[in-house]
Protein backbone atom coordinates (compact mmCIF):
# COMPACT_ATOMS: atom_id res chain seq x y z
CA UNK A 1 0.00 0.00 0.00
CA UNK A 2 1.38 3.43 -0.56
CA UNK A 3 2.06 6.11 1.97
CA UNK A 4 2.53 9.48 2.39
CA UNK A 5 6.01 10.63 3.67
CA UNK A 6 6.59 14.68 4.43
CA UNK A 7 9.00 16.80 2.63
CA UNK A 8 11.77 16.64 4.71
CA UNK A 9 13.30 20.55 4.30
CA UNK A 10 10.65 22.47 5.84
CA UNK A 11 9.51 23.92 9.65
CA UNK A 12 6.11 23.55 10.86
CA UNK A 13 4.66 25.61 14.26
CA UNK A 14 0.96 25.64 15.04
CA UNK A 15 -0.80 28.72 14.34
CA UNK A 16 -4.07 30.00 15.82
CA UNK A 17 -6.68 27.37 16.41
CA UNK A 18 -4.68 24.57 15.33
CA UNK A 19 -3.49 25.63 12.71
CA UNK A 20 -0.05 25.07 11.18
CA UNK A 21 2.46 27.27 9.07
CA UNK A 22 4.98 25.32 7.57
CA UNK A 23 7.93 26.86 5.98
CA UNK A 24 9.56 25.87 2.94
CA UNK A 25 12.80 25.90 2.07
CA UNK A 26 13.87 26.59 -1.23
CA UNK A 27 16.74 24.48 -3.10
CA UNK A 28 19.63 25.54 -4.04
CA UNK A 29 20.00 24.47 -7.57
CA UNK A 30 22.05 25.60 -10.39
CA UNK A 31 18.20 26.72 -11.84
CA UNK A 32 17.37 28.40 -8.81
CA UNK A 33 21.20 30.29 -7.93
CA UNK A 34 21.13 31.48 -11.59
CA UNK A 35 17.53 32.60 -11.31
CA UNK A 36 18.03 34.31 -8.28
CA UNK A 37 20.55 36.56 -9.90
CA UNK A 38 18.36 37.91 -12.28
CA UNK A 39 14.90 38.08 -10.20
CA UNK A 40 14.10 38.47 -6.21
CA UNK A 41 13.25 34.66 -5.53
CA UNK A 42 11.96 34.74 -1.87
CA UNK A 43 14.27 31.72 0.40
CA UNK A 44 11.24 30.64 1.71
CA UNK A 45 7.75 30.18 1.22
CA UNK A 46 4.88 29.93 3.84
CA UNK A 47 1.39 27.81 4.00
CA UNK A 48 -0.76 27.95 6.67
CA UNK A 49 -2.79 24.69 6.90
CA UNK A 50 -6.47 25.13 8.10
CA UNK A 51 -7.57 22.59 11.03
CA UNK A 52 -8.38 19.77 8.65
CA UNK A 53 -5.35 20.14 6.58
CA UNK A 54 -3.18 20.21 9.68
CA UNK A 55 -4.56 16.67 10.55
CA UNK A 56 -3.96 15.02 6.97
CA UNK A 57 -0.58 16.58 7.72
CA UNK A 58 -0.46 14.55 11.07
CA UNK A 59 -1.25 11.78 10.04
CA UNK A 60 1.26 11.77 6.60
CA UNK A 61 3.55 10.47 8.89
CA UNK A 62 5.43 8.24 6.82
CA UNK A 63 4.00 4.97 8.65
CA UNK A 64 0.38 5.19 7.53
CA UNK A 65 -0.72 4.09 3.97
CA UNK A 66 -3.14 6.63 2.29
CA UNK A 67 -5.88 3.62 3.20
CA UNK A 68 -5.55 4.20 6.79
CA UNK A 69 -5.77 8.17 6.56
CA UNK A 70 -9.03 7.78 4.94
CA UNK A 71 -10.07 5.42 7.36
CA UNK A 72 -9.27 8.35 10.49
CA UNK A 73 -10.46 11.03 8.41
CA UNK A 74 -13.71 9.24 7.48
CA UNK A 75 -14.50 7.98 11.47
CA UNK A 76 -12.37 11.46 13.02
CA UNK A 77 -15.07 13.66 10.76
CA UNK A 78 -17.88 11.40 10.37
CA UNK A 79 -18.12 10.84 6.48
CA UNK A 80 -18.77 8.23 4.57
CA UNK A 81 -16.07 6.30 3.16
CA UNK A 82 -16.21 7.26 -0.48
CA UNK A 83 -16.41 11.28 0.22
CA UNK A 84 -14.18 11.53 2.58
CA UNK A 85 -11.65 9.37 -0.17
CA UNK A 86 -12.44 11.76 -2.56
CA UNK A 87 -11.90 14.67 -0.34
CA UNK A 88 -8.74 13.22 0.93
CA UNK A 89 -7.29 12.00 -2.17
CA UNK A 90 -7.73 15.47 -3.89
CA UNK A 91 -6.09 16.83 -0.65
CA UNK A 92 -3.42 14.81 -1.00
CA UNK A 93 -2.76 15.72 -4.96
CA UNK A 94 -2.85 19.37 -3.33
CA UNK A 95 0.35 18.69 -1.10
CA UNK A 96 2.15 16.80 -3.64
CA UNK A 97 1.65 19.43 -5.84
CA UNK A 98 3.02 22.11 -3.51
CA UNK A 99 6.11 19.63 -2.09
CA UNK A 100 5.23 19.21 1.09
CA UNK A 101 4.38 15.89 0.38
CA UNK A 102 5.46 12.51 -1.54
CA UNK A 103 3.76 9.35 -2.13
CA UNK A 104 5.88 6.53 -1.37
CA UNK A 105 4.72 3.21 -3.54
CA UNK A 106 6.03 0.04 -2.57
CA UNK A 107 8.05 -2.17 -4.97
Known amino acids: ?16 NDELEITIYRKKTK ?3 LLS ?8 RKIILDKIGACV ?3 CDGNKTVNDII ?5 KYSLSREKAERSLLMYLRQLTY ?3 IAIAVPK
Open 1 to 16: MSRTVRNEPVSVRTVD
Open 31 to 33: SVV
Open 37 to 44: KLFRLPVT
Open 57 to 59: WTL
Open 71 to 75: KVFSK
Open 98 to 100: RGL
